[in-house]
């Protein structure tokens, strides 16, 4: 693996189980613990003064649950849930979560959900920023660097782990996460209409309080998107 350390962050209230998960991070060599936390209140005010790049999550918790202190933070780091519980696994997936670990966790477990966070944390730094006077960005596919031009990019679709793109000329399927290409590609130009699409603004053939329609395709329109995208639509007419 490449000489980089993944800062990290245990928020349990149990301390039996901090500590074992302390022990794992500092045993691995790309993790370095940054802080631990015995809740959630702690954790957030914590997190206005520390940078992580990994947070290994317990889900119930007094006063304030995991889901909740993610709800409240503004820049989410990688998420690992670690918890007792399976019932929350299905929602996991609405944090973009890169695993969900049932307790108790054992060596071999922690590590293959780690190379999941290293692997994400490599490809979006694999990302391209894109340039100013240009508008694509490069798509790391099968192992090769893939052009995407902005102006043929219908939209790109959450799958799991993956990521679909869309454009005019095909599809292709990449392993990354939607947040990772969120904070690549240009607020004024694509916005996140839904948990699962992200879309280009210029694609939107028309919409109403439910649905996006691109070239005769119907993309789901999350409630709470609406107002944002009336805003970007008027902003850019």
């Not at 799958?159 to 969120?182: C, P, Q, R, W």
Request: glycine content about 2%.
């Amino acid at each position: 693996m490449e000489e980089f350390l993944l800062k990290c962050i245990v928020v349990d209230d149990s301390s039996l189980q901090r500590l074992a998960l302390v022990k794992l991070i500092k045993d691995h060599p790309n993790l370095k613990l940054v802080a631990e936390y015995n809740n959630a209140i702690e954790t957030k005010n914590g997190l206005l003064d520390t940078e992580a790049d990994l947070i290994f999550l317990d889900i119930e918790m007094p006063v304030l649950t995991g889901f909740e202190l993610l709800d409240d933070l503004p820049n989410k780091p990688q998420i690992i849930f670690v918890t007792g519980k399976t019932q929350y696994a299905f929602k996991a997936f609405d944090y973009d979560a890169v695993d969900y670990i049932h307790k108790p966790v054992t060596k071999d477990r922690f590590s293959n959900a780690v190379n999941k966070a290293i692997n994400l944390y490599k490809l979006k730094h694999q990302i391209s920023s894109i340039p100013e006077d240009e508008d694509y960005i490069f798509v790391k596919s099968n192992l090769k660097n893939r052009k995407v031009f902005l102006n043929k990019l219908k939209y790109i679709q959450a799958l799991g782990d993956y990521v679909k793109f869309v454009t005019e000329k095909d599809n292709f399927i990449v392993l990354a996460t939607m947040k990772s290409f969120e904070e690549q590609l240009p607020t004024d130009k694509f916005l996140r209409t839904h948990k699962s699409y992200i879309v280009n603004l210029d694609k939107i053939e028309r919409y109403n309080s439910k649905n996006i329609e691109i070239d005769k395709q119907q993309l789901p329109l999350s409630r709470h998107k609406k107002s944002n995208l009336v805003e970007a639509l008027s902003a850019i007419q």
